[in-house]
């Protein structure tokens, strides 16, 4: 209680550097959250694709019924498989008149279709990797009355090259925004105990234990970082509002992320001061 007395009273009696030093911490953790933010869209924006990753596979016009039904049940029996949907011809061709309006008459007008029937295969979320796909699509060719196999192996390529250059910018940066939020962190709450070292030197002169001095710190740097981390909350969902507003629709990150973020304010102003007041007393 006494600590807590303590770090409620030092808010009090220094207001100003309290509140430069929570502004410092908000800042600093204000980037970090427009880091977030733009993380969790980009992994959004990929996911989205990814679900659209799907295995066509083409089948000979002359396949008996029993061959793919047979197909069809092996190909769904794959623990990657989630379900695979048979397209007759007459299927096809209706699917092709309203996907291409364009072409309808010239669909309407022909005496032959053209369009195969064909096995579509889904795949589970989790599974939709180049191995599997490209497993799954070898599976699928050697059957012999399989025309062509088709997942876009181009495009889905690239999906994963994203997706690699996504996880490594996103721990590369990351990274690099919290180290130079705790070096701004561990410096404001620095110089916020340099200016009351007259304070612990006496508290030292009448024999207080370097425990007994450093738990109000220790609060105080929880309660400055809490208060910069509720700073910068705010100023990202305001850029968020914002953006999405004026500019493009953007999703909002999740609320575990804006706890994590408000216990790590907490827990690096707490990190931050006991580190500083260490070193204090250690040269007291």
Known sequence: ?????????????????TGLSSAMVGLALFAVGLFALASYNLHLALSAIEERVQIVVYLRDDARQSEIDLAEKEL??????????????????????????????????SEVNPLPQSLEVELKSGSRTRPVVESIARKASSY?????????????????????????????????FFLVAAVIIGTA?????????????????????????????????AMAGLLGGLLAWLLTYATYRGAYAFLFAVAWIPGAWVLGALAAGALFGALSSGMAIRRHLRDL
């Not at 990657?80 to 209706?94: I, N, P, T």
């Not at 030292?204 to 738990?215: D, M, S």
Request: aromatic share 12%; glycine share 6%.
């Open 76 to 109: 769904g029996e794959l623990p990657q498989v989630a379900q695979v949907h048979y397209v007759s011809k007459r299927e096809a061709l209706d699917n092709a008149k309203k996907e291409l309006p364009d072409f309808a008459d010239l669909f309407s007008t």
């Open 1 to 17: 209680m006494y600590a807590l007395r303590e770090a409620f009273s030092a808010f009090r009696r220094t207001p100003v550097l």
């Open 144 to 176: 012999s009355f399989v025309e062509d196999v088709q997942y876009g192996r181009e495009w889905v390529d690239k999906l994963f090259m994203l997706r690699r250059i996504g996880a490594v910018t996103t721990v590369v940066l990351g990274a690099g």
């Open 189 to 221: 709450l620095r110089i916020a105990i340099f200016a009351r070292r007259e304070e612990i030197h006496v508290m030292r002169l009448v024999g207080a234990k370097n425990g007994f001095i450093r738990r109000p710190f220790l609060l105080e740097g």
